[in-house]
């Protein structure tokens, strides 16, 4: 099956083990900033990449990835990537948010570890307690797409109202 090019494509990344990931007395609550920065990092990178994604928004262990349609200066819509299979989009985009994400949170900790003055022995364990646990639980994203306006505009209001009702409780 093929995503059709001419309408807007909606991804839901949603993230796997992310209960277990952040219930160890490792992380900060509600979010550590090592899991937000990773986060930001992983977007960026997204916006930046291959794919010609157009919006995201981030939410709890969750990405919405909006693609619209593109069209070249004669005005016809061109080609998606690896032309509009579902397949293809839904496992390549899934590894390559899981392995930016991954990948952040072990550069932000080598990062923080250079920085700390002086070696400070009790932030170096938590760090290396914090990549033990990544690399064990396999954290990883699953995806799912949809077509059309109409899904994507009640996906993001859904969205919105849920990060409302979270932030509530």
Known sequence: TNLDKNKVTYFRLDGKKFKSLLDKSLFEKPYDKIILDAFQMTCQDLIQSEWPIDFIYQQSDELSLVMLP?????????????????????????????????????????????????????????????????????????????????YTHRAFMWRLWDNGRNSIN
């Open 70 to 150: 593109r069209k070249n200066k004669n005005g016809d819509t061109t080609n998606m990537l690896y032309n509009g299979n579902v397949t293809k989009h839904l496992a390549l985009l899934a590894s390559k948010v899981t392995s930016l994400f991954v990948g952040h949170i072990f550069t932000i900790l080598e990062l923080i570890a250079r920085a700390v003055p002086g070696g400070d022995i009790s932030t170096l364990v938590r760090y290396e307690k914090i990549k033990n646990h990544v690399k064990r639980l396999g954290v990883s994203f699953d995806n799912r797409v949809f077509q059309g306006a109409f």
